[in-house]
C-alpha cells in the first residue's frame, strides 16, 4: 500500500548529482525518506507552494457510469495518494455483465455520482473536470438526424441543347461507415433507435456548358417534388446538384443515455441545442466542476451544413453556386477552383470558431466554468481554436523515436515529437494570456500493460520543453473493487491504475512533473520571436495539405496532431524555418491571421494586451490575405521588425474581388520594397520599423537579433530548451532526449547576477557553476541522455546557497556481483519460492511461474565496500537495466527510488567501511501475468478492448527485475 506523500519532498540522503562521464540522475527520495520542501519560491531556490493545478490529472472512464460512491471516494483517495492534482470525467461505454450498475448519462443517480465526486475531490484536494457529453465530440439522443452534422452528397447529370431533365433532382442518403463501432462497444437494446432520416435538401443545382463554362444557377427552378422546369440552351451541360446530407456520425464511445448523433458543429442552432440539453441537467452553478472539457475532433466526413451556401456569400462576398461545378466536378482552371476551394475552407474554419468553439467558451463562462478544448482534429485554423479556449490541449500518442539509450520506443507505429504542432496549443496561450496548456499524455504510449515510468520521462520531457504545463495522463478507468485483475481498461489508453504494477512507484513520476509544472505554471513565457502562421498556403492546395489522407472532395481538411504532412511538410516551407528556429534556440510562438491582428507595433517589437514580442517572423508564405500584409506593413511602420524568410508573399488567397486585392498588395509590396538600407542586402526601412527579406531558412538570426530577440545559445549542444520569466528574473527547462552526453560550459542568452539549478526529479537545488567569456555568462552543464534540469537566474539577486555540486567519477568502481537473494514480496497470480542467484538474469529466464509473475521482488545482497569507502568519498550505486523500478535501500536505509533513464542513484553517506547490505525492491510490468491469463484461456475482457499490436496470448514475455550488471562509483566534487 503506497502511502499519502508530499511529492515535493525535500532531499535527505541525495545531496548532489552526478553530471559527468557515468553520470547519475537519480530518482527522488523513496516513500520512507519524507522530508519537507526546500526553500519556495523564484526568490530563492525552491519549488513554491503547489496547487493542485500543478499535480497531473487524470482522464477518468466510467464505463456505463456504473460506479458508486463507495468505489468513486476510493478511488479518488487512491489518486490523491498517488500524487494526482485531480480528474477529468469521461462517461463511456458499458462493460457487459454491469447492465444492473449502469447509471444513464445526465440521469439523477448519474448526477448524484457527480456530486458525489466533486464532494470527495474536494476533501482531497482534487480538482474535477467533466466532458460536456458522454464519450467525445458534442451529441447524443437528443440530437436528430435534422440538425445532426452535415455531408455534402452530390449529382450530376448531363444534357443536351433542348434536353429536359426526367428524373427528380434527387439524391440518397448514404449510411456512416463507422456504424459498425455501436455494435462493438454496446448491446443491442442499449442503443437508441435510429430514427427516421429526412431526404436530403437539395441545397444548390446550377448547370455549366462544358465548352464555354458559362453557368446558370437552377436551384430556384426545382419544384417539391424533385422536378426541374428548366430546358438546357444550346450546348452540351454538366448539372451539378449538392444537398445538404448527413453524416449519420455517432458520438464516440459513449455511454447509456449518450449514444445519439453528432451536432453540426457549423450551424449555432445545434451546438447551443446540446448545451442546453447538457446545462438543463447539470445546472446553472459550478457545481465543483472547474472546467468542461472537449476531446479531439474525429468528425469524419463532415463538411457541410444546411446553411452552406448563405454562409459562404455572407462571408466571402460572392455567390458559391456557378462555382459549385470547379469544387464538385473539378472544372474550370486548377488556380480558380484552387481559390473557391480555399474560401471553402476558410468559411468553414470560420464558422467552426463562431458557431462552435467561441460560443462554448462563452457560454460555459456565464456558467462559472472553463473550457478545456483539443483543437487539433478539426476543420479550421487550429490556432484560433486552440485561442478560443480558457485551457488549449494538445496530445501525443505514440511511442517515442527518441534516441537515448535503453529507451524502449513501444508496440505500433514510432512517432517522433511533434513539438511544431503542440506549440499550436501554447502559443496562443502564451500571447492570449492562457496560464495552462494542457496535454493528453501517454496515450497508448506502448502496448497495454507494456508503459514503463522510464518509458513516461521523455515524453513528459519534450512535451514540457515545447511550453506545455499541464499534463492530464491518459489515463484510469473506473472498476469495481470486485472485477477480475486487471481490471476494467479503456480500449486505448496506458492502464494507470492500482491493480498494475506500475501504480507502485508512480509518486515518483507524478513527484517529477508537479515539480517541473510549478515552476512551468509560474511567471509568465519567455519567447520574444512571433511567427505567422500560413494557414492559406495549405487550404489553396487541392488536397488542403493532408496528402494522402485527404478525402475526394477535401472541403474541410482535420489537421490531427501527427502533423504530417500539413505540418513538417507544409508547402511554404514553414515547418522547416520553424524546426531551424527551435534547433537554434530562438524562442518563439506560432500566431494566427486574426491573432495578429490584435498586436500593435512599435521601436520595442510588437505588443498585445498580454505580452510583447520582439520581432514578427514570416516563414515563407506565398498567399497571405490582404488585411494581413496591411498588419505586417502597420507593424513595421510603427517601429517593429517583420522578417520574412525567403521572400514576401507573392499574392493574396480567394477569388472575390481578385484585381483589386492583387493592386493593394502590389503597392503594399512596393511599400515593403522602397527604402533598402544601404550595406544591408535584404534590410529595407518601412516607417520607424523595418522589414527584413531573408533568402534562406536559417538566414533570419541577424534580423532577430538586431530586432532585439535572444536566441539561446545552450540549444546548439541539442538539448531542448525552453524558457520562462519570473519576478526576478529567467527559469530554464532543458532536456536532454538525445543519444550523447552533453558536457561543457554553455552561454546564456541574458546577463545575470547568479544561476542557480533544480534537478526537479531528484529535488536537489544549488547554485550553478558559471563564468564570463566575452561578455556572456556561462553555465557548466553535464547531462547525460535522459536528464534533465531548470535553471532559475536572478537578474540581481545573489541567493544564499550552496553549490550545485558536479560529481567526477574519479576511476574508481567496483562490480557488485553475487550471490543474490531474490524474494518475490507482492504481486501475482502466485508469489514464486525464493532463490538464490550467482548472477542476474531476468525472472522470464528463472522458471514458468516466474515469467507470469507482475509484481514486486526483493533482491538482497552482501559485500564489502571498497577500502575507505565511508572516509569522505562520494559513491553512486548504477544499477544498469532495471525492469522497471528499483527502491533502494542500503544498510538499513531508504536512498531513493531509480525509475528513469540513466538508472543511477547517489548513496549520499549510506554507504560505509566494510560490510554493507544491499536491498532492492524491484517492480516489473502486469504485461506478463496478462499473457499468462491469455495462453490459460482466462483472459477474456467484459468490455470493449483494442490492442496496440497484438493480443496478448501472441505477446513476448517482457525481461523483467534487476537485469545489471550494478557498479558502485567513486565519485568526486
Not at 447538457?278 to 444546411?306: K, M, N, Q
Not at 463562462?365 to 478544448?373: K, P, S, T, Y
Not at 476494467?488 to 492500482?498: D, I, N, P, Q, V
Amino acid at each position: 500500500m503506497i502511502r499519502r506523500r508530499d511529492v515535493l519532498r525535500g532531499s535527505v540522503v541525495l545531496t548532489a548529482s552526478v553530471l559527468a562521464p557515468g553520470a547519475v540522475v537519480a530518482a527522488a527520495t523513496s516513500a520512507e525518506a519524507v522530508a519537507p520542501a526546500s526553500a519556495a519560491g523564484p526568490g530563492g531556490l525552491g519549488w513554491g507552494a503547489i496547487s493542485h493545478e500543478m499535480r497531473p490529472w487524470t482522464r477518468w472512464w466510467w464505463l456505463g457510469s456504473a460506479v458508486t460512491e463507495q468505489g468513486l471516494r476510493s478511488h479518488l483517495q487512491r489518486f490523491a495518494e498517488a500524487g494526482l492534482g485531480g480528474v477529468e470525467i469521461q462517461p463511456i461505454y458499458e462493460s457487459q455483465g454491469d447492465e444492473d450498475a449502469i447509471l444513464p448519462y445526465l440521469s439523477a443517480g448519474w448526477l448524484d455520482a457527480l456530486d458525489a465526486t466533486t464532494r470527495h475531490a474536494g476533501d482531497l484536494g482534487l480538482g474535477v473536470d467533466l466532458t460536456t457529453g458522454s464519450g467525445w465530440t458534442f451529441g447524443g439522443p437528443w440530437i436528430t438526424p435534422e440538425i445532426s452534422a452535415g455531408r455534402a452528397l452530390t449529382e450530376q447529370w448531363d444534357l443536351a441543347g433542348g434536353g429536359r431533365l426526367d428524373v427528380p433532382v434527387r439524391t440518397v442518403q448514404p449510411p456512416h461507415p463507422g456504424l459498425v463501432d455501436e455494435e462493438k462497444l454496446s448491446r443491442p437494446d442499449l442503443r437508441p433507435p435510429m430514427q427516421p432520416l429526412p431526404e436530403p435538401p437539395l441545397a444548390a443545382l446550377v448547370a455549366r456548358e462544358t465548352g464555354s463554362g458559362e453557368t446558370v444557377d437552377l436551384t430556384g427552378r426545382v419544384g417539391a417534388d424533385g422536378t426541374l422546369d428548366w430546358t438546357a440552351p444550346a450546348g452540351q451541360w454538366r448539372l451539378t446538384g449538392v444537398f445538404s446530407g448527413l453524416v449519420l456520425k455517432r458520438v464516440e464511445r459513449a455511454g447509456p443515455g449518450g449514444k445519439g448523433l453528432m451536432v453540426d458543429y457549423f450551424d449555432a442552432d445545434s451546438v447551443q441545442h446540446h448545451l442546453d440539453h447538457f446545462g438543463s441537467a447539470v445546472g446553472e452553478g459550478p457545481r465543483g466542476i472547474r472546467s468542461l472539457f472537449h476531446d479531439s475532433f474525429e468528425l469524419e466526413r463532415t463538411d457541410w451544413t444546411h446553411a452552406a451556401v448563405a454562409e459562404f456569400a455572407r462571408m466571402r462576398g460572392y455567390d458559391l453556386v456557378p462555382h459549385l461545378p470547379e469544387v464538385f466536378d473539378g472544372a474550370g482552371t486548377a488556380e480558380v477552383r484552387g481559390r473557391v476551394l480555399s474560401d471553402v475552407r476558410e468559411t468553414f474554419s470560420d464558422l467552426f470558431l463562431e458557431r462552435f468553439a467561441q460560443p462554448f467558451t462563452d457560454w460555459s463562462a456565464e456558467r462559472g466554468w472553463l473550457v478545456r478544448n483539443q483543437a487539433h482534429g478539426s476543420p479550421a485554423n487550429l490556432l484560433d481554436i486552440y485561442g478560443a479556449a480558457d485551457i488549449p490541449e494538445t496530445e501525443y500518442l505514440g511511442g517515442e523515436v527518441i534516441p537515448i539509450p535503453g529507451l524502449r520506443e513501444g508496440a505500433g507505429p514510432a512517432e517522433p515529437p511533434k513539438s511544431l504542432v503542440w506549440r499550436l496549443a501554447s502559443s496562443p496561450a502564451h500571447h492570449q494570456g492562457k496560464p495552462l496548456v494542457g496535454a493528453e499524455t501517454l496515450t497508448w504510449r506502448d502496448e497495454h500493460y507494456h508503459v514503463s515510468l522510464s518509458q513516461a520521462k521523455p515524453t513528459v520531457d519534450v512535451l514540457f520543453a515545447a511550453g506545455i504545463n499541464h499534463l492530464v495522463f491518459h489515463g484510469s478507468a473506473y472498476q469495481p473493487d470486485n472485477a477480475p485483475w486487471p481490471g476494467y481498461s479503456f480500449y486505448a489508453g496506458t492502464e494507470l491504475k492500482h491493480t498494475n504494477p506500475l501504480w507502485h512507484d508512480l509518486p515518483e513520476l507524478t513527484g517529477y512533473i508537479t515539480r517541473c509544472q510549478s515552476v512551468l505554471q509560474s511567471g509568465t513565457h519567455g519567447n520574444d520571436v512571433l511567427v505567422y502562421w500560413p494557414q492559406h498556403d495549405l487550404w489553396a492546395q487541392p488536397d488542403g495539405g493532408l496528402g494522402d489522407s485527404a478525402e475526394d472532395i477535401e472541403l474541410t481538411p482535420d489537421y490531427k496532431w501527427q502533423g504530417l504532412p500539413w505540418m513538417y511538410e507544409h508547402p511554404s516551407g514553414a515547418g522547416d524555418v520553424a524546426t531551424g528556429l527551435e534547433e537554434r534556440g530562438w524562442q518563439f510562438d506560432w500566431v494566427s491571421d486574426r491573432q495578429l491582428a490584435g498586436f500593435r507595433g512599435s521601436a520595442s517589437g510588437v505588443t498585445n494586451s498580454h505580452g510583447r514580442y520582439a520581432v514578427v517572423v514570416v516563414p515563407g508564405a506565398r498567399l497571405m490575405p490582404l488585411d494581413t500584409v496591411q498588419k505586417l506593413h502597420d507593424l513595421a511602420a510603427a517601429g517593429a521588425t517583420v522578417v520574412f524568410v525567403g521572400d514576401v508573399p507573392a499574392d493574396v488567397p480567394g477569388l472575390a474581388d481578385l484585381d483589386r486585392r492583387r493592386s493593394r498588395l502590389s503597392a503594399l509590396l512596393d511599400a515593403f520594397r522602397a527604402h533598402p538600407v544601404a550595406g544591408h542586402a535584404g534590410v529595407h526601412r518601412v516607417g520607424a520599423g523595418r522589414v527584413v527579406v531573408s533568402a534562406s531558412a536559417d538566414g533570419p538570426d541577424g534580423a532577430l537579433a538586431d530586432a532585439s530577440a535572444v536566441r539561446e545559445p545552450i540549444a546548439d549542444s541539442g538539448l531542448r530548451v525552453l524558457r520562462r520569466r519570473h519576478d526576478g528574473g529567467l527559469h530554464y527547462f532543458l532536456a536532454n532526449v538525445t543519444a550523447k552526453r552533453i558536457d561543457g560550459w554553455w552561454s546564456l542568452g541574458s546577463a545575470p547576477a547568479s544561476v542557480g539549478v533544480l534537478d526537479p526529479l531528484r529535488d536537489v537545488q544549488g547554485l550553478a557553476e558559471t563564468r564570463t567569456r566575452h561578455g556572456a555568462v556561462q553555465v557548466r552543464l553535464r547531462l547525460d541522455p535522459g536528464e534533465s534540469l531548470i535553471l532559475r537566474t536572478f537578474d540581481r539577486e545573489r541567493p544564499h546557497a550552496p553549490a550545485y555540486p558536479a560529481h567526477v567519477p574519479t576511476g574508481r568502481e567496483q562490480t557488485l556481483n553475487g550471490p543474490w537473494t531474490l524474494a518475490f514480496l507482492d504481486g501475482g497470480p502466485e508469489l514464486p519460492p525464493s532463490r538464490r542467484l550467482t548472477s542476474l538474469a531476468s525472472w522470464t529466464d528463472l522458471g514458468e511461474r516466474e515469467a507470469a509473475f507482475s509484481g514486486t521482488a526483493r533482491y538482497t545482497l552482501k559485500f564489502t565496500a571498497p577500502k575507505d569507502a565511508g572516509h569522505g568519498a562520494s559513491w553512486v550505486l548504477d544499477l544498469g537495466d532495471v525492469r522497471e523500478s528499483a527502491r533502494v535501500r542500503l544498510n538499513g536505509r531508504a536512498v531513493g527510488t531509480v525509475w528513469a533513464l540513466p538508472f543511477r542513484i547517489p548513496l549520499g553517506n549510506a554507504l560505509r567501511d566494510g560490510e554493507n547490505v544491499l536491498e532492492l525492491e524491484v517492480t516489473n510490468l502486469a504485461a506478463n501475468r496478462v499473457r499468462d491469463l491469455a495462453l490459460k484461456g482466462q483472459y477474456d475482457p467484459n468490455f470493449y478492448m483494442s490492442w496496440r499490436t497484438t493480443p496478448p496470448e501472441k505477446w513476448d514475455p517482457m525481461p523483467s527485475g534487476l537485469l545489471g550488471p550494478v557498479r558502485l562509483v567513486e565519485v568526486a566534487n
